[in-house]
């Protein structure tokens, strides 16, 4: 159901791949509360997933791009203005990659060239997305832009390896810049820490399935989903949240709040420690 939130704004959707894609399911929310969008992502991506076919369904311009090159984000958003009539109003950054847990290193292992990787492509981009959009001057005032974290940016998740370290710098990025896009252009700029959510990128991460599981038993409203995502990056999107900036915002259903729920002790309760065919315990 329209609200018409966004009636008359233009916008830009980074990284939708699929329709498990929280991206793909903002972008559908944006064009159905009344904006017009461009969507982009890295010519493999387009190749491999199926963000032609949201493009059509949403009459929107595919714009391939690699976020971590300014050459390629300067014609995205050159682009988009250029298709769109105008400046750009919103802006979503859902843009996650880890070499090492593709490749199952461990922290405690890591291949540093693609700990590299990982902060260009899940970090770094989204600095480079804001700083080529100030310098264009491409975004509206009281434009808004949102990347998508998690919680492993405060606290050790077993399995979430280096992208925990990625979205530290992401958030810290969201309140650098934002101080500076929001004195110089009334620009603002926030993170949305989603709950744990079964799209392509998290399905890599190892034990994912159980960490959704539990974080399940612990939300007091459970976990939020893809389509609750959306809908909150909306209302951050619209002028109903013209002064909210700076803030990593917590979508989990109360998660963070949590130290033990019944549900998720009573779980733990069936089975402790596992162990390895040595008997010696495995921490991760």
Known sequence: MSNNLLTGKKGIIFGALNEMSIAWKVAERAVEEGATITLSNTPLAVRMGTTNELA?????????????SVEDLTEVFRQSTEVLGGKIDFVLHSIGMSPNVRKKRTYDDL????????????????????????????????????????MAAQRTMFGYNDMADAKAMLESIARSFGYIYGREKDVRINTISQSPTMTTAGSGVKGFDSLVDFAERMSPLGNASADDCANYCITLFSDLTRKVTMQNLYHDGGFSSMGMSYRAMEQYLKGFDFKDENGKIIYG
Do not use: C, E, R, W
Request: hydrophobic fraction near 45%; avoid cysteine; charge should be negative.
């Open 111 to 150: 291949d540093y060239d693609m700990l590299t990787s990982t902060l260009d492509i899940s970090a770094i981009s989204f600095h480079k997305m804001l700083q080529t959009a100030k310098k264009l001057d491409a975004i509206n005032q009281y434009g808004s832009v949102v990347a998508l974290t998690y």
């Open 56 to 68: 059509q369904k949403l009459n929107a311009t595919l714009i391939p791009a690699d976020a971590t």
